[in-house]
């Protein structure tokens, strides 16, 4: 309404001026246009009214939105006519060109408001619909990282005005906050709703899968389909940032062009001061328009590459939750890391550069037509020089491809080394192999270098060509003249070198352009290639309907491996059925294919045949307990509702209710990742807690009494699989023997074959599979019973019970309410914290010994002066080689030259290939510094993380440091050197520039100095908002990697509970969380820039008026030109992005430098305290007053132990779940450092000698088995110590030599990452078969024969004799039968030594609690 308005004034002044000077042809078409658009303003404007007074949220039509940027680009037509109308010396009316200056700026005003006005996506809200009602209906589950994403309100962008949005002002506030306190998240605003993670997935996904009916297959997508629906995606940004980019190119071609006009104006003897101001008005409008449009197009920018890489980190997510085992298998962990972190990364950044692929040929041409205006035919020259140049370095682009590919691929292997060890890292630790697996690294890291070191080198060539084509354009440009005969004058020189000028930023960013198109293509392919991969098969479980026959669980003739491609079955003949309300026993020895037969049930098993029915939900506890890290409470939820009744129910049947007192937070107490501050016992009862509360119709339970003691299994068994789980379909795999009498179906399995199917009675007649099992356990209880002579153990068993086969636990009640007492009592004295704390930031400016390291790093800091000194010289030669052709050309074409041509020509290229040869040198220089410091930081931050004592994996999740390995170590890689180069340029550059302009007009510096001192005020109110925010964005990256590794590890827990969605939706939360402060940091860094550009603008125009108005006639003109020259590009928001720039990738630096300074263990060896060689020659071990605790914050685990361990006996370590056996352990082995205490091995204190030569006399077989990838022979022998035959004699002892003879490659078989086609059970003989070679004086068995048959476990007990006779063995077993064969029992109880004798002596005192562990176990075997 506005315009139409103004049009009509404008109408009637035109009008007036008709009457009183009569109607021109100029004035009756002026007359008509004003005419019309007043009707057409006023028609619009009454439409809007109509259609959008009564509703905000409506979208403009698109018709109207096309008019819109029709009109503007019309605008900037029309002033452009009339532009060349005026300096044809046509007259025109005043009106036009104030018609021209408000159509331009309302234009500008009404496509940004049409484009983004109304910010409502209705359309993609209801894709969102139910994901969104049903999140926000939880309260658990995985809230604890959707709350650390929460914010008071939205951004304020979403509601700002017009001006607001014009000028940044809508970010004001919080910049404002900043500067007053240090920001937290709490701080940040929320998103705009359409900039929500949810909404852009959810219009993603729609664009993706618009022409590709398979609904989610992800093999139908390719990179063209990818790129497409990106594109979709964004396109109102692509359109709004293209027109912002025209508007950007025009504008910045406006000062070259009038140049040649200015210097003839001040050349001129018949001034006219209007035409001057004039000229002045057009240069200060040109650089207003050039700032708000590179301000707005910067950070729409950033808006695409948020928005995309917000769509491609739920797209992975969610794909990653769905691949299939043969997916996984063949797609690693570290690739998939790189995918979330590297790859995402770099496609966002790629916004930056969507626009110069069709800009600089724009640019190009834009510029040709200039030259060709001042010079003639010599501009065909200086293009098809500029293309020779740019076609030269096609060979450049292609080995940068090849490179790029190379390094990605390095990048991988590192990664996936990298967080294996990082998974695995306490076992490295006990075995003293972490120093092995660095030195794996830094080979990786070597290879990974030299590509970085070509990428860098070739990059610097590439820059030094690009960077140096418009000096050399210019050299053949003037050569070419010269030749040509074309006269050249200042003004046309001073056009030609402005316009050189700009080209010099299209042409400088080329190389990144084409390096970026290249990077982007690798990594498009690699996310394409990911989605491509088989998804699980959703129908390869059939669902029977509720209302259908008894059946619950059925497979028919089935038939499955997890190799397809293998001759070898994993599953083979398959035929049982299941009704509902059975309790049926999986049994079977070592890799008979028991827990693949409940993936097969789980549907995760690829089939080749038969068929498998279902009827009812299903909940499964997996054998490798997956927990995740968060709260107790919501594990145990795990996304249900609260019923508290239910929950205490569980509580109570899982044995929890003590070990949540015992917790400093209850069951508030946060889980460290993969559960590392529980033990097994408790991870695996709360995934039992978890598979109850979720109350399904069939429950799959993989060994789910293998990691906990005899007594909790009792109690687990009575409670939960009789109690709870009493009326529901369980079927449990299980190498107790004791559990099989009360089950309703046992099925026996041997080479992926059920060979016997029945009840116990039954099969224990029929065959000899189960007669093994069962033989080897009555065998050991015989042995048990050999303990005593009979009537002391008569005595014990043979006491009034219930009746009941499951003892009367009334007396251990007793102790354990008297012992929870105590508990109470010392907990409420010790210190209370959480193990895993918040990720630290720094706060406040970032030191200046951040820089000062970075810099000094490599050799010293010696090329830094070097490298300065090259760009100085640079921008010396640079200015020297302007002055040269303006002072030595003449004023005009008809005033005779003071030097013949070819020496100005001469002259002019000596001094152009001298800057040319400092770029070089500056580049060069800079690739080694940064090469050197990158390496040297990696080195340092990784040896530091590798020496960093335990305690510190298990607090700091694995999330956070993968990023520093990855992205942060990347910016130092690259990023960094390039930021230190740009800021360096930068800097040279203004000093250049002020030192041109203040040579014109001294006087200038009245100026230059406030507003330099306004510039710097603005950025020291700036940069403490900007510096947080830039901190923050880094602190809430590292959740989103570690959730995704988290579900990963647990995709089948996950699929089986249907959490996906709720999975999903908290991997959204945690990208909202990451894009708020980025989002509002590119808000920040706008804000700053525009005020720059505005103050910049302002003294440009202020410097023109001086020249025009002071010195004009005092000067040269073609002195002052190039005073207005260099001032086109002055402007001080280039150094301070630069500088922005280069602090908030510091950061980087800061990061890795917080864990380059980890406290480190104790030293690897201790030159003074080396023990001999034979040492420990006895295995005689001391502990005395042991006093042991996890971190400062948290309470005592071991208080105040002192035992003897005689030297060759055997020694059993019994207590319940969580009272500190493996602690004992750990200690022993000096993962943790006591806070009291002492320990002795043969007389020598272990916490006096290095690590190394503690860890490597001494074995162990931990409680988690592991593998790594690799071979057989790397994870028996990875330090390369034995020969073949050694090793066959190994795993001849550990019952696989067989096993390994059979496979294609024997020793050189293939194990998978975490050793995933390996069974649990084997993966634990493998552990076995390492001990085994060591033959150490010292073993310790921590649950070693948890996952084995009672057979299998019988086998290795006996090897055990064979080898270590005269060994001493501490066991730490759960199995009684495991800890016959020994001289001593330790039993342990919160920490104290509750009893330690041997076992007849403490079976002869009933009261004893190893007496009443030993009479439940046989109670419930006697069965």
């Known amino acids: ?264 104006y001040l050349n001129s003897s018949h001034q006219h001061k209007y035409k001057g101001y004039m000229l002045v008005f057009i240069f200060f409008l040109s650089k207003f328009i050039r700032c708000i449009s590179e301000r707005h197009l910067f950070f729409q920018l950033r808006i695409i590459a948020n928005r995309v890489s917000a769509a491609l980190f739920a797209i992975i997510y969610k794909k990653n939750l769905r691949l299939s085992s043969q997916s996984k298998q063949g797609h690693t962990s570290g690739e998939n890391i790189n995918l979330m972190t590297v790859d995402i990364d770099r496609i966002g950044f790629f916004s930056w550069y969507l626009h110069d692929i069709w800009r600089v040929p724009v640019q190009f041409v834009l510029a040709l037509l200039i030259l060709y205006k001042r010079l003639g035919l010599a501009s065909l020259v200086a293009f098809v020089a500029t293309m020779i140049l740019m076609l030269a370095n096609t060979p450049l682009v292609k080995l940068q491809e090849k490179i790029q590919g190379e390094l990605m691929d390095s990048k991988d292997r590192r990664m996936k080394v990298t967080s294996e060890a990082l998974r695995n890292m306490r076992i490295l630790k006990l075995q003293g192999w972490e120093m092995k697996f660095l030195d794996k690294i830094i080979g990786l890291r070597k290879f990974e270098t030299k590509c970085i070191k070509k990428l860098l080198y070739t990059s610097a060539i590439a820059s030094f060509v690009y960077s140096s084509t418009p000096l050399f354009v210019s050299m053949i440009t003037f050569g070419s003249c010269l030749l040509m005969g074309i006269r050249l004058d200042s003004g046309k020189i001073l056009s030609a070198l402005a316009t050189f000028e700009v080209l010099q930023g299209p042409i400088y960013n080329l190389p990144d352009t084409f390096s970026m198109v290249l990077q982007i293509k690798v990594s498009l392919d690699r996310i394409t290639s990911f989605l491509c991969l088989d998804d699980l098969d959703q129908n390869i479980v059939q669902k029977l309907p509720r209302d259908s026959a008894e059946v619950a669980v059925e497979i028919v003739k089935g038939n499955f491996s997890w190799d397809l491609h293998s001759p070898n079955l994993t599953l083979k003949d398959l035929n049982f059925q299941v009704k509902h309300g059975m309790k049926v026993v999986v049994c079977g020895v070592v890799g008979s294919g028991k827990s693949s037969l409940l993936s097969c049930i789980l ?24 927990i995740q890290s968060g709260k107790i409470v919501d594990n145990i939820l795990f996304g249900k509702e609260m019923d508290k009744k239910r929950y205490e129910m569980i509580l109570e049947a899982c044995s929890l209710k003590k070990d949540l007192e015992l917790c400093p937070f209850g069951d508030q107490t946060i889980i460290g990742e993969r559960g590392i501050n529980l033990s097994g016992g408790q991870k695996q009862r709360i995934q039992i807690a978890r598979a109850l509360y979720n109350d399904a119709d069939i429950y799959l339970l993989d060994d789910p009494f293998s990691s906990v003691d005899a007594h909790t299994g009792t109690h687990l068994f009575k409670e939960c699989l009789l109690g709870i789980l009493g009326s529901k379909t369980v079927i449990y795999i299980t190498h107790q023997v004791e559990f099989f009498p009360i089950a309703d179906l046992i099925l026996v399995m041997k080479d ?40 002391t153990l008569d005595n014990l068993i043979n006491d009034k019970e219930d009746g009941n086969i499951l003892c009367s636990e009334k007396s251990i009640q007793d102790n354990e309410i008297k012992e929870s007492e105590n508990y109470k009592t010392e907990n409420l004295i010790e210190p209370k914290g959480q193990l895993v704390q918040e990720e630290k930031r720094e706060n406040g400016e970032v030191n200046p010994s951040v820089y000062w390291k970075y810099i000094t790093a490599a050799y010293k800091g010696a090329f830094v002066p070097l490298i300065l000194l090259a760009q100085i010289l640079f921008e010396l030669l640079l200015i020297a080689s302007s002055y040269w052709m303006v002072l030595d050309n003449p004023v005009s074409e008809d005033v005779k030259p003071h030097v013949k041509g070819s020496t100005l020509i001469f002259i002019y290229i000596a001094l152009t290939l001298g800057s040319s040869l400092c770029t070089l040198i500056r580049s060069m220089l800079i690739v080694i510094v940064g ?111 570690q959730h995704f590794v988290e579900s990963s590890l647990g995709s089948t827990t996950i699929r089986c509970f249907d959490q996906e969605e709720r999975f999903i939706d908290t991997n959204l939360k945690l990208v909202d969380g990451y894009f708020r402060p980025k989002f509002h940091f590119s808000g920040a860094i706008e ?77 690897l060896s201790i030159e003074e305290n080396k023990p001999g060689h034979e040492w420990p020659s006895q295995g005689k071990i001391d502990i005395v007053d042991l006093q042991v605790r996890y971190a400062p914050h948290l309470p005592l685990v071991l208080k105040g132990v002192t035992c003897t361990l005689p030297e060759g006996i055997k020694i059993g370590i019994v207590g319940r779940t969580g009272s500190g056996k493996s602690t004992l352990v750990q200690t022993l082995f000096h993962m943790l450092e006591p806070i009291a ?187």
């Open 1237 to 1423: 205490g002492q320990i002795w091995i043969d007389g020598i204190n272990i916490f006096k000698i290095g690590l190394q030569d503690l860890r490597s006399r001494l074995s162990i077989i931990p409680q988690d088995p592991t593998m790594f990838e690799g071979t057989i022979r790397s994870n028996l022998d990875p330090l390369g110590d034995y020969t073949d035959e050694q090793i066959w004699e190994a795993l001849d002892g550990c019952q696989l030599g067989d096993e390994i003879r059979k496979k294609e490659g024997k020793l050189d078989s293939l194990v998978a990452e975490n050793g995933e086609n390996w069974s649990i059970g084997q993966r634990q003989l493998i552990c076995l078969g390492r001990v085994l070679l060591k033959r150490s004086k010292v073993l310790v068995l921590d649950e070693a024969t948890a996952s084995m048959d009672t057979a299998t476990d019988y086998l290795i007990q006996q090897t055990l004799r064979q080898h270590f006779s005269r060994s001493t063995v501490i066991t730490i077993a759960h199995r009684i039968t495991s800890i016959l064969d020994i001289d001593m029992v330790l039993l342990l109880d919160n920490g104290h030594i509750l009893e330690y004798d041997s076992p007849a002596k403490l079976l002869e005192i009933k009261s004893s609690s190893f007496a009443k562990l030993v009479k439940e176990y046989t109670q419930r075997s006697s069965s």
């Open 603 to 626: 549907g995760e098993v690829p089939k080749i045949s038969g068929a498998i029915k279902l009827k009812g939900t299903m909940a499964y506890v997996a054998q490798s307990s997956w």
């Open 752 to 791: 992926g074959k059920i060979t016997q199917t029945g009840k116990y009675e039954e099969i224990l007649r029929s065959g000899t599979d189960f007669m093994d099992l069962v033989g080897a356990h009555k065998k050991a209880m015989k042995e048990l019973n050999s303990l005593e002579h009979g009537a």
């Open 1087 to 1163: 804000w700053l820039c525009f005020r720059m550009d505005m103050l910049s603008s302002i003294t440009y125009a202020i410097f023109l008026i001086f020249l025009i108005s002071v010195l004009n006639g005092v000067l040269s003109p073609g002195v002052m030109s190039l005073a207005v020259t260099y001032g086109l590009k002055f402007s001080m928001h280039g150094l301070i992005w630069d500088l922005c720039g280069l602090e908030n990738k510091i950061i980087s630096i800061e990061r890795i430098l917080q864990y380059a300074y980890i406290p480190s263990e104790p030293p």
């Open 931 to 1041: 090469y050197k410091t990158s390496t040297l930081f990696f080195n340092k931050m990784h040896l530091c993380i590798f020496r960093a004592p335990l305690s510190f994996f298990d607090s700091t999740p694995s999330g956070r440091i993968l990023n520093r390995v990855s992205i942060d170590q990347s910016a130092v890689d690259t990023s960094i050197p390039r930021k230190f180069e740009e800021l360096l340029i930068s800097i040279i550059e203004f000093l250049g520039t002020i030192a041109v302009m203040s040579q014109v007009a001294w006087q200038m510096l009245i100026i230059f100095i406030p507003m330099t001192v306004a510039c710097i005020w603005y950025q020291q109110y700036y940069i403490s908002a900007a510096r947080e925010l830039s901190r923050l964005t880094g602190v809430c990256q590292a959740p989103i990697t």
């Open 1 to 264: 309404m506005g315009l139409s308005f103004c049009d009509l004034f404008l109408s009637m002044l035109n009008s007036l001026s008709g009457y009183r000077h009569g109607w021109s042809d100029l004035n009756i078409v002026a007359q008509l246009d004003f005419v019309f658009r007043t009707l057409t303003w006023f028609m619009i404007s009454a439409y809007l009214h109509i259609q959008f007074s009564h509703a905000s949220d409506r979208k403009f039509p698109i018709i109207l939105r096309i008019w819109w940027t029709f009109y503007i680009l019309m605008s900037c037509f029309y002033l452009v006519i009339h532009l060349s109308f005026y300096w044809k010396h046509v007259p025109l009316p005043i009106l036009l060109w104030v018609s021209d200056v408000v159509s331009i700026i309302a234009g500008i005003s009404i496509s940004y408001a049409g484009m983004f006005g109304k910010r409502r996506e209705d359309e993609d809200f209801h894709f969102m619909d139910p994901l969104l009602n049903n999140s926000s209906n939880r309260n658990n589950g995985d809230d604890r990282q959707g709350s650390n994403v929460g914010g008071e309100g939205i951004t304020s962008y979403e509601n700002a005005n017009l001006f607001s949005i014009f000028t940044f002002s809508w970010i004001s506030p919080l910049v404002a906050l900043g500067f007053e306190k240090t920001l937290d998240l709490e701080d940040v605003p929320q998103l705009a709703s359409c900039d929500s993670a949810s909404v852009v997935f959810a219009c993603f996904r729609d664009k993706l899968e618009y022409d590709d009916n398979s609904n989610d297959n992800g093999c139908q997508v390719s990179t063209f389909r990818l790129v497409k629906a990106l594109i979709l995606l964004t396109w109102k940004e692509i359109l709004w940032t293209g027109l912002l980019s025209i508007v950007c190119t025009l504008a910045s071609y406006v000062g070259p062009y009038l140049i040649n006009t200015f210097f003839h």
